[in-house]
């Protein structure tokens, strides 16, 4: 065995942030003092290494010398505490109206999965075959400046991204567009309806489309793309979000948790 030392690249407030969060949580359980194997701040610690570095969990019971059952229940209890923090999407809606922002950017992104079993289906659900492999489907709304503000409940991976659009965001960004807040997204959200502004899609053995419409194309095109930055600050940020063996309904939780992460770095 070869023992060493290693900085975890998170601002410390986050690492305290997160553990104070932890204590409330403990507070509102009713666990007494010193029936725990970890305090809030080392449990802190441990959920902030496997977001950020996709530590294996076996190898956090290791270095914190604590059961693997333990490590997972205290992987999860931090999701769910962090997830619990994220911020509703009328609130993200109105906050995006008041700072002015002259538009909204949804996309789909797929997490990266194990092989679910699912016997009982004759159809893979969780199996993306634009993708070519297993994941699951979250929406991220964003700012025209590229930061995530919201992310949806997860759908399994077949899920087109329209589908999970319409269950999960469409509903409360309809209202928003008619006051004068559109959404941006891309060719695979057309036919959304009012508000959401996509490019035109060329329709097979169909006429070149005019000039204009390929301006507008462009125009769309070119102030939609920072939402692929926005999902790149949460997948690339945060390690354990490029590839997920933990159970795939848990993702939407997962990601929430995720960009509380962001938000509170971002405020550093």
Do not use: F
Not at 96 to 105: R, S, V
Not at 163 to 186: F, I, K, M, S
């Amino acid at each position: 065995m070869i023992s060493y030392c290693a900085t975890l690249d998170v601002p410390r407030q986050s690492a305290t942030a997160l553990a104070k969060l932890l204590s409330r949580h403990r507070r509102a359980l009713g666990t007494r003092r010193l029936t725990r194997a970890l305090t809030p701040w080392a449990q802190a610690v441990l959920i902030l290494r496997w977001y950020r570095d996709a530590t294996r969990i076996k190898n956090l019971a290791r270095d914190a010398a604590i059961a693997l059952a333990t490590a997972y229940r205290y992987v999860h209890e931090g999701i769910d505490a962090l997830a619990s923090q994220a911020p509703d999407l009328h609130q993200v809606i109105a906050d995006a109206a008041k700072a002015g922002m002259e538009c909204l950017l949804l996309d789909g992104t797929l997490i990266a999965i194990d092989r679910v079993n699912d016997p009982d289906r004759t159809v893979d659900r969780w199996y993306s075959g634009s993708r070519a492999h297993h994941g699951a489907n979250v929406q991220v709304l964003a700012s025209p400046a590229g930061w995530p503000l919201w992310t949806s409940p997860v759908e399994p991976g077949s899920t087109h991204d329209l589908t999970c659009a319409r269950r999960h965001a469409l509903p409360a960004l309809y209202p928003a567009a008619v006051r004068g807040l559109p959404v941006l997204a891309d060719k695979g959200y057309t036919g959304s309806g009012a508000g959401i502004r996509v490019p035109v899609r060329r329709q097979r053995g169909g006429r070149e489309l005019a000039p204009a419409t390929l301006g507008w194309n462009a125009y769309i095109n070119a102030h939609r793309a920072p939402v692929e930055r926005a999902i790149a600050v949460l997948k690339v940020g945060w390690k354990a979000l490029e590839h997920v063996s933990l159970c795939p309904q848990r993702i939407g939780a997962i990601v929430a948790a995720a960009l509380v992460l962001t938000r509170w770095q971002k405020s550093y």
